[in-house]
Nanobody
């Protein structure tokens, strides 16, 4: 079992940056693909970015490509999401999630992730 705790959310102006962190506990972190999802009020939870267990492969939703960067440190058992050029539409609760497989399937959905953090709020003011 992997337990996930997110941090780094907050209030930022449009155009600004935030770095989210997700600390994982459990012995399977280094063999787990990890990802970030987000959920805005009244909307479904959506995929943002994912990274393979080794860190060699990354995956992004179209809305995140070119602005967000996912990375991981398998020594520190932590996955990060660097978010730049933030927009008001990025406002959401961001969730860290883990998968028992080392890679991501195409178009990953909520059902493809087995471990979830409690979420961290990101608010972008325009």
């Amino acid at each position: 079992q992997v337990q996930l705790v997110e941090s780094g959310g907050g209030l930022v102006q449009a155009g600004g940056s935030l770095r989210l962190s997700c600390a994982a506990s459990g012995r399977t972190f280094s063999s787990s693909a990890m990802g970030w999802f987000r959920q805005a009020p009244g909307k479904e939870r959506e995929f943002v970015a994912g990274i393979s267990s080794s860190g060699r492969s990354t995956y992004y939703a179209g809305s995140a490509k070119g602005r967000f960067t996912i990375s991981r440190d398998n020594v520190k058992n932590t996955v990060y999401l660097q978010m730049n050029s933030l927009k008001s539409e990025d406002t959401a609760v961001y969730y860290c999630a883990g998968r028992t497989m080392p890679w991501f399937p195409p178009n990953p959905g909520v059902k493809d992730l087995q471990y979830w953090g409690q979420g961290t709020q990101v608010t972008v003011s325009s």
